[in-house]
């Protein structure tokens, strides 16, 4: 074999190594995007409520939306409660929860982060009510992480 022979040879071997590793390379981006998407997707679909004649609230660092809301006594209220906070956070680790104790059976819910919990319970008495997150932000001492339900 001639020097200029062995020389191309090497450069064809070099050329093709490049070539899979460029094929290599578009296989793991499309990797990377596609469960980038496939996440994104089933994200949204999971914080969608799953009982649409709930009262839809969401609970995020931020707190309670809606903050307040209106009953009857004697009624029962069905809340949809979603956590759209990933386990991310550092503090609580995107856990969130709702207690209310005062004047009713005690309501005491969790919700893990990035998902939902449909509860129901009936307020016998007249009166506001307070409830609270004591999960994430120094808990029930965080000003943001409460809500009033006013029974009419
Ligand atoms: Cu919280």
């Known amino acids: ?3 200029s022979k062995k020389h191309k040879e090497r450069g064809k071997k070099q050329n093709n190594k490049t070539a899979l590793m460029s094929i290599l390379f578009v296989l793991i981006i499309i ?3 596609g469960s980038a998407v496939y996440i994104l997707m089933s994200k949204t679909a999971s914080l969608e409520p799953v009982d649409k004649d709930a009262i839809k609230m969401t609970v995020t660092m931020a707190g309670f939306d809606p903050g307040i809301i209106r009953a009857q006594a004697g009624e029962p209220v069905t809340i ?5 906070d990933n ?3 550092t503090d609580g680790g995107g856990f969130h929860n709702f207690i209310l104790t ?5 309501v005491n819910i969790t919700v893990p982060p990035l998902s939902q919990k449909v509860f129901t319970f009936t307020p016998t008495q ?5 409830w609270y997150c004591d999960i994430c932000c120094g808990g029930k001492e965080n000003p943001s992480m409460h809500g009033t339900l006013i029974v009419a």
């Open 1 to 3: 074999m001639s020097k």
């Open 31 to 33: 990797a990377i995007f």
């Open 80 to 84: 949809n409660l979603i956590n759209p």
């Open 87 to 89: 386990s991310h956070h």
């Open 102 to 106: 005062a004047g009713l059976s005690s």
């Open 126 to 130: 007249p009166g506001e009510y307070h």
